[in-house]
T-cell receptor, first 114, second 110 residues
Framework: ETGVTQTPRHLVMGMTNKKSLKCEQH?????MYWYKQSAKKPLELMFV???????ENNSVPSRFSPECPNSSHLFLHLHTLQPEDSALYLC?????????????FGSGTRLTVV | GENVEQHPSTLSVQEGDSAVIKCTYSDSASNYFPWYKQELGKGPQLIIDIRSNVGEKKDQRIAVTLNKTAKHFSLHITETQPEDSAVYFCAANGANNLFFGTGTRLTVIP
């Protein structure tokens, strides 16, 4: 365990479903991130939160909706997804968002949209 | 924003040989360069990092070099072992987040 826990590990959902991904860290970090990892592509930043406030949204479609209720928890709410959204979704945390601190990643949620 | 390029995309070496992975970056303001290892079914894990005030850093069989003038940095793994087989990512920092390379799949052949 890295200190960042993601659930579920695997998720299969239909295009009309609504589901949520959960991320939890108890490392005392103040920044949390959602990344999308697709085959043969760089890790794509989706959202950045600093102390529960969103500081960056990389033009992500509105069918992805993040929520950060406190500095230890991060959610990604999913609805009406497309097959091309199938990917590994990684959560990460760091001490601060200045990005000159290392990230701690979770193991990811493997999402398949059918 | 920052653009990080990584080469090669795949690398196969015999056990005991060395492996070198190279990255370039575009933003001269970047000052932090971590390397991550991702094993099957796991998230990326930080294995070594270097800041722009040093040119080289070593940790046992792993070393990283940085050339700020040329804007490139490299990961060196010596005496490779089968458990080194994984995907390796380089990264460089932007204002609020890290920018990652596309990854190198390293296979160490026993």
């Amino acid at each position: 365990e890295t200190g960042v826990t993601q659930t579920p590990r695997h998720l299969v959902m239909g295009m009309t479903n609504k589901k949520s991904l959960k991320c939890e860290q108890h490392l005392g970090h103040n920044a949390m991130y959602w990344y999308k990892q697709s085959a043969k592509k760089p890790l794509e930043l989706m959202f950045v939160y600093s102390l529960e406030e969103r500081v960056e949204n990389n033009s992500v479609p509105s069918r992805f909706s993040p929520e950060c209720p406190n500095s230890s928890h991060l959610f990604l709410h999913l609805h009406t997804l497309q097959p091309e959204d199938s990917a590994l979704y990684l959560c990460a945390s760091s001490l601060r968002t200045e990005a000159n601190y290392g990230y701690t990643f979770g193991s990811g949620t493997r999402l398949t949209v059918v | 924003g920052e653009n990080v390029e990584q080469h090669p995309s795949t690398l196969s070496v015999q056990e005991g040989d060395s492996a070198v992975i190279k990255c370039t970056y575009s933003d001269s303001a970047s000052n932090y360069f971590p390397w991550y290892k991702q094993e099957l079914g796991k998230g990326p894990q930080l294995i070594i990092d270097i800041r722009s005030n040093v040119g080289e850093k070593k940790d046992q069989r792993i070393a990283v070099t940085l050339n700020k003038t040329a804007k490139h940095f490299s990961l060196h793994i010596t005496e490779t072992q089968p458990e080194d087989s994984a995907v390796y990512f380089c990264a460089a920092n932007g204002a609020n987040n890290l920018f990652f390379g596309t990854g190198t799949r390293l296979t160490v052949i026993p």
